[in-house]
């Protein structure tokens, strides 16, 4: 049987629509550091191990999502928090809420460098607007919320980055942002996923109720060379 490709998302993603942001040595690949830190492979021999660590340098660690081979000699493989894998068959009821602003500027960009780093650390990075459109939603000079597009694959659009300031939430901004992304997948021929750590269960709540339903538990694993 054919693999699904949501159960391998970042190869999919590098070797199809995101093709033009890959670093790749055989059956390996990965983002820019400076973009997100995914890396892949195509499938978990020991071979495609070796071809992904000399892609990565000795002090940065990365993701593995779905698909991961057995750590090389002098790297450790571990093992994070249980994320659930969510997807949006259908474009829901619309919610009002605030228009939102692209966010595209220099300074658009270090507001949402710190709103990440405030509540979703460790996964934007300052090129992560490459990977896609990201949009905003402001309250004066301050950003209140936002989201955005990520992994991009045949047929699948992951929505990221929902992050909303702690003096905004239950405003339906989320919610908001949420409904226009997946209108924007829809209308350019991809479906919504997500990926939400299991234990966050406000944010599967807010997920569920914008449509999305639960496709499976998928490991997520952190990859780093040993401390000489």
């Not at 973009?35 to 499938?43: G, Y």
């Not at 057995?70 to 249980?82: D, R, T, V």
């Amino acid at each position: 049987m054919t693999e699904h490709c949501l159960e391998n998302p970042v190869w999919h993603a590098l070797a199809t629509q995101h093709a033009g942001l890959a670093i790749t040595a055989g059956g390996a690949a990965r983002y820019p550091a400076t973009v997100a830190p995914f890396a892949a492979v195509r499938e978990s021999p020991g071979r495609a191990a070796m071809q992904l660590a000399s892609l990565i340098g000795d002090d940065e660690p990365v993701y593995l999502v779905g698909c991961a081979p057995p750590a090389p000699a002098g790297w450790s493989l571990e093992p994070q928090k249980a994320v659930t894998q969510m997807v949006c068959p259908v474009l829901p009821t619309e919610p009002p809420g605030p228009e939102p602003v692209t966010m595209e500027s220099e300074s658009q960009r270090a507001d949402m460098l710190e709103l990440t780093a405030l509540v979703f650390p460790g996964f934007f990075r300052p090129r992560t607007l490459e990977m896609g459109i990201y949009l905003g939603i402001y309250d004066g000079a301050r950003l209140a919320a936002m989201a955005g597009e990520r992994m991009r694959l045949d047929g699948y659009q992951e929505v990221s980055a929902v992050c909303t300031h702690p003096d905004y939430t239950g405003r339906g901004l989320a919610q908001r942002l949420l409904w226009l992304l997946a209108r924007r997948a829809f209308e350019r021929g991809f479906t919504p996923f997500l990926h939400v750590f299991s234990d966050n269960s406000r944010a599967i709540g807010v997920y569920r109720l914008m449509g999305y339903l639960v496709r499976r538990e998928i490991p997520l694993w952190t990859l780093r060379k040993h401390a000489n």
